[in-house]
């Protein structure tokens, strides 16, 4: 698939993972997800890859940076980590292009080359996919911005239910000690 879905894809976990860690982990596996499922590619030859290949290198590094740059600030780190994931398996494009080598071991070159599914009249797939991604992405990233810039929804990060849960608890705690 396509390097720019895959950030996409990285931006929606970091919206939903709370975590760096995990959320670079779910990044990695929905890169391999991702890739397993019918998707656009099959190239005619080396001239047509790096057509798409640079377009999408610069339009997946572009989106990166301008996720990063508009997350909120607590959750810029998460959401980096999982687009950072989920890019991390094709780095071995560019490396493989301009070194002649590989950073990951050959058996995981091979599982990533094996459970391509690609074919060359699947661009509207893909287009699809770039568009579900996007919007949900953004709608997930505005959501977390209004909510924290003070309207009363739920903030993103709980902050809102502890104040209401320590007095839920000394509540409790309170007619407990009451004598019987
Ligand atoms: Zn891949």
Redesign the pocket.
């Known amino acids: 698939?396509l390097l720019t879905n895959?950030v996409l894809s990285g931006a929606l976990i970091g919206g939903a993972v709370r975590r760096p860690v995990p959320a670079f982990l779910v990044g990695v596996a929905s890169?391999f997800a991702l890739?397993a499922i019918p998707h656009w590619g099959d190239w005619r030859d080396r001239h047509q890859f790096l057509q798409v290949a640079v377009l999408d290198g610069l339009t997946g590094l572009a989106v990166m940076t301008a996720f990063a740059a508009t997350a909120p600030p607590s959750r810029r780190v998460t959401l980096t980590a999982a687009m950072l994931g989920a890019a991390l398996?094709?780095l071995d494009k560019p490396t493989l292009l301009w070194f002649g080598v590989s950073p990951f071991p050959a058996v995981v070159g091979r599982f990533?080359s094996g459970i391509q599914d690609e074919a060359l009249d699947r661009y509207g797939r893909e287009a699809f996919c770039a568009a579900l991604f996007a919007a949900s992405a953004l709608l997930m990233l505005r959501s977390t911005t209004s909510r924290r810039a003070g309207s009363n929804l739920p903030s993103y990060d709980g902050a809102h239910i502890r104040p209401a849960v320590s007095a839920f608890i000394a509540r409790v705690t309170a007619r407990r000690s009451l004598p019987a």
């Open positions: 698939m895959h890169h890739d398996p094709d990533h």
